[in-house]
């Protein structure tokens, strides 16, 4: 499937996307409590084709085209699950987080991403739009996502005999969108590798934004990435 090409060149990225989720947000222990519920609201609910246009609206950071898919591709098998089954995790009631995959899909809703990864930097970057639900219910994913990851902010996932230090906290530097709730995962290997995530989430006029940058690269400008992203995806829901 076309979007998850990407995933192949990209499988540690695509971890760290799964360890902090995309239908909510994970969250350091300062964190814990989840940010207030915004107050229900009405707003236009896109249609997966509109939202597919939308996200194909959406440049990556170079310039590029996003590679784009849609609810219906989105919800078939995604790969991810099966990469963070073969992980040991610990706690292991941190596990169910490898179910928060960058491409699951709420359930009812309208769904549309759009990915990059370039080769020279490293980085892969990702978009997803998210409508079709009520306010309450699109915030009630996010606030329930980020209780629930708030108890994991400090994980060790190990296969084959390697193991990972995984830390995600609330960060602030992300603020593009009004609302914008990010956070941070850094993933560091015993030989003292280490890659970073930064993902973002905001909910503008019914529509939930989420954008992500990831890889060896992202420690440099992750955050504006992911702020430019949202900003863009933003600026398109009126």
Same mark, same amino acid.
């Given at each position: 499937m076309k979007k998850f090409a990407l995933q192949g060149a990209a499988a540690s990225a695509l971890v760290m996307m799964a360890l902090t989720g995309c239908g909510g947000s994970s969250a350091s222990t300062d964190a814990a409590k989840p940010e207030p519920?915004?107050?229900?609201? %009405?707003?236009?609910?896109?249609?997966?084709?509109? *939202?597919? %246009? *939308?996200?194909?609206?959406i440049k990556s950071p170079s310039g590029a085209d996003l590679t784009v898919a849609s609810s219906e591709e989105l919800a078939q098998e995604n790969p991810m699950k099966a990469l963070m089954s073969m992980f040991t995790v610990e706690p292991a009631e941190c596990n169910k987080l490898s179910t928060l995959g960058g491409s699951d899909v709420l359930a009812g809703s309208t769904t549309a991403a759009g990915a990059d990864l370039n080769a020279a930097s490293g980085v892969m970057t990702m978009v997803t739009l998210t409508s079709g *639900?009520?306010?309450?219910? *699109?915030?009630?994913?996010?606030?329930?996502?980020?209780?629930e990851a708030?108890?994991? $902010?400090? !994980?060790?996932?190990?296969? %084959?005999?390697?193991?990972?230090n995984v830390s995600t906290a609330k960060y602030?530097? =992300?603020?593009?969108?009004p609302g914008t709730v990010a956070y941070k995962?850094? =993933?560091?290997t015993p030989g003292?590798?280490?890659?970073?995530? +930064?993902?973002? +989430?905001? =909910?503008?006029?019914?529509? !939930? =934004?989420?954008?992500? $940058?990831?890889?060896?690269g992202a420690g440099e400008n992750g955050a504006a990435t992911a702020g430019a992203l949202m900003k863009q995806a933003a600026d398109l829901i009126k």
């Open positions: 519920s915004a107050t229900p609201t %009405a707003a236009k609910q896109y249609t997966n084709d509109e *939202l597919v %246009a *939308l996200v194909k609206s *639900l009520d306010v309450k219910k *699109l915030q009630e994913s996010v606030d329930a996502s980020s209780a708030a108890k994991c $902010a400090k !994980m060790t996932l190990s296969m %084959a005999g390697q193991s990972m602030d530097g =992300i603020n593009t969108v995962t850094d =993933i560091t003292g590798s280490s890659q970073s995530t +930064y993902m973002a +989430y905001a =909910i503008k006029d019914g529509v !939930m =934004i989420s954008a992500t $940058a990831s890889g060896k």
